[in-house]
């Protein structure tokens, strides 16, 4: 036999101190009394009283000892060695919003996590564990860990978030993590199927729950103010009379009512609403299931100009392009005055470039001379047809081709291919210590892009880059996705105000880090400081993930699960349990022969 808490064992000191108890009488006491009539018959009782008399048997004493020792011996955890089957487990849990519905007792979440809690508190010793949180970007939180204290941790510390989950993504995680621990992988979702056909164990939380949930938000001007569009879908029973409440600024601003059928859906259109606005949210009455799908937000985007200042010989293909760009001041300046300049948001250099570069404001390059930013190749002809590259992330380009006769190949560890032709980069962007810049490797005027219909489209796009406002501006964003903030040139400190308060910091470093922390709902704030303390804030909204989140049905079906291989160890198994039963048998026996003596 062994023993886990040796400490325990500390407990058999218990033993010597009842004996003692039993060998210590206590002293008589001098008492008056009527008669000595008895006081022959009280001598040996007196005599009893003395200390360190001879120890008698006494059966109360015995099962005192046993009781003490049984104590002893759970409290030092002993376990015999032995052959048993263990199953190690790759645990996943479903963080998704679904899993907030509330048709099973508390959530469908809090259900999920008290069952694998259960699961790792009974499993086997030395039974190895994986944990898996499951959202728009799986984490693997634990990796082959057979300690189980630090496994219940993890599960109890596990948040359910507003979005919902990659499946593609968890499913590779998933397999890679199978492949290096073995064992059963273990699901607890609220739908089946998620994962295709790998084989898994799915626990499944689900009993349909009725809800209904608003699907959109968006906002348009208008000359009496700003149009408020938003959608109202039924996934529940239907029939019941439901409200939509519009909140301007946290003041409520106007509510309209609808009855849908299940299934149905209808988009609710506010109007009149103040231009000045800073923000606009959603709400729907009563509650359902899911409340968190109740709830939209909308942050109202500046319309402030951006002064550009285009230095150039004479493009006017470009000047022309630029000036079209709504939300543009264009001013224009010859090479040789393009020193000293500052106060601009984006200097554009056309077939030039200054000594000393403006310390304000984002740069744009068209054929510039040999530079620090980029390297350039030697300008070469070019036979090959230029074409915008594919996942950039500015819309409507990527069908744009063109012939340029004479062009340089360019190449930065900051930016990312806009235009390749020949094989080579002619036009990169990207970020160069923390401010945007693009660079063309060619001159616009040995090309036909001017004469291309995509030519003012790819520089209203690379404008709507540098400076985001209307559908590009931040003003709302999907649960669980990364944000990637777009500062002004003249940002030197940046953070996020969450709405429990939390002050994030994005910047510095720049360019800005990626913002991740979007798992809840509600109003961010956006705060860039410049360098002389100046302030400006901007609001925008992070939404629930509807789409395939607010429909509470149960889906797909259930298969059957994989045998899994179970493996055979050398295991302590604990006798604790086996002494505490003991010890209560012990004490009860004790009880009855004190009740039966007195």
Known sequence: MRFFTPWGLLGLLAVPAIVLMYLLKQKYKETKVPSLYLWKKAIPESKAQEPWQKLRKNILMFLQIAAALVLAFALGGPYIMGKTQVVDYVLALDCSMSMQARDVAESRFVAAKKDMLRLVEDAAPETTFSFIILGEEPSLVLSGTQEKQEILRCIQETQVTDGGVAWDKAKEVLEAE???????????????GSLGD????????????????????????????????????????GGEEQTVTLYVDDAVFDTKSFSLQRGEKTDVTFRGVPKDANSIMVRLFPEDDLPTDNMRYVGISSTSSERVLLVTENNLFLEKALSLIDNVELYKASPEKMTGISGYGLYIFDGCMPEIMPEDGFVMLLNPPENAYVTMGEKKDISATARMMDNTGLDD???????????????????RPLIRGGGDSLAIFGEYQGKKMAVFGFD????DLPLNAGFPILFYRLLEWYFPDGEGALTQQQAGETISFSLRPETEKAWVMTPQGSKMTVAPPFPSLPFTQTSKTGFYSLVEEDGNGAQTTQIFGINPKTDGESDLTLKGEQMAADDTQAKTVHAGKSLRNLLLLLLCAILIIEWRVNCREH
């Open 444 to 447: 616009l005027h040995d090309s």
């Open 178 to 192: 199978r492949d290096v621990l073995g064992g059963q992988i273990v699901v607890y979702s609220d739908d089946y």
């Open 397 to 415: 380009i990527s069908t744009i081709s063109f012939e340029v006769s004479k062009a340089r190949g360019l190449n930065a560890n900051w930016g």
């Open 198 to 237: 790998l084989p898994v164990e799915e626990q499944i939380y689900n009993k349909g729950g009725n809800n209904s949930a608003l699907s959109l938000l968006s906002y348009s001007e208008q000359e009496d103010g700003l149009s408020v569009l938003t959608r109202l879908e039924n996934w529940g029973v």
